[in-house]
Nanobody, 126 residues
Framework: QVHLAESGGGSVQAGGSLRLSCAVS????????MGWFRHLPGKEREGVAA???????AYAPSIKGRFTISQDRDKNNLYLQMNNLKPEDSGVYYC????????????????????WGQGTQVTVSS
C-alpha cells in the first residue's frame, strides 16, 4: 500500500524558512515523478514544484527562486526547501506522486497525481 507522509510544517515569520519532508513507502521513487502542491485559503489546490527521475525540476512562477524541490531516492524521500516565506504562502502543503506526468504537466492539473499525502500546515505571519 502506498503511503506518503509529510512533515516539517509549522509557523514562521515572514522572511523565514521551512523545510518540508515527504516519506514515501510502498512505492519506489525510481521511474516516478513527484511533486509538491498547496491549498491556500479560498483558492483551489495548486502545483508548487515537481521533480522527475532525472532530477529535472519545475516550479510555479509564484515561488520560483524561493523554493527548492529535491529528492533522496535511496531513502525514498522528497523535500521542499522554502526560503523567504511570505504570508501568502500560508496553507496546507501536500506531496504527491504521479505514474504518468512530470514537470509542468503534473503541476498544472492536480488530477494527474495518483497518490497524495495527508498534508502539513504552513503558517507565515507578517
Amino acid at each position: 500500500q502506498v503511503h506518503l507522509a509529510e512533515s516539517g510544517g509549522g509557523s514562521v515569520q515572514a522572511g523565514g524558512s521551512l523545510r518540508l519532508s515527504c516519506a514515501v513507502s510502498g512505492y519506489s521513487l525510481t521511474g516516478r515523478c513527484m511533486g509538491w502542491f498547496r491549498h491556500l485559503p479560498g483558492k483551489e489546490r495548486e502545483g508548487v514544484a515537481a521533480i522527475d527521475i532525472n532530477g529535472i525540476t519545475a516550479y510555479a512562477p509564484s515561488i520560483k527562486g524561493r523554493f527548492t524541490i529535491s529528492q533522496d531516492r535511496d531513502k525514498n524521500n522528497l523535500y521542499l526547501q522554502m526560503n523567504n516565506l511570505k504570508p501568502e504562502d500560508s496553507g496546507v502543503y501536500y506531496c504527491a506522486a504521479s505514474k504518468n506526468y512530470c514537470g509542468t504537466l503534473l503541476l498544472s492539473e492536480t488530477t494527474r497525481a495518483d497518490y497524495w499525502g495527508q498534508g502539513t500546515q504552513v503558517t507565515v505571519s507578517s
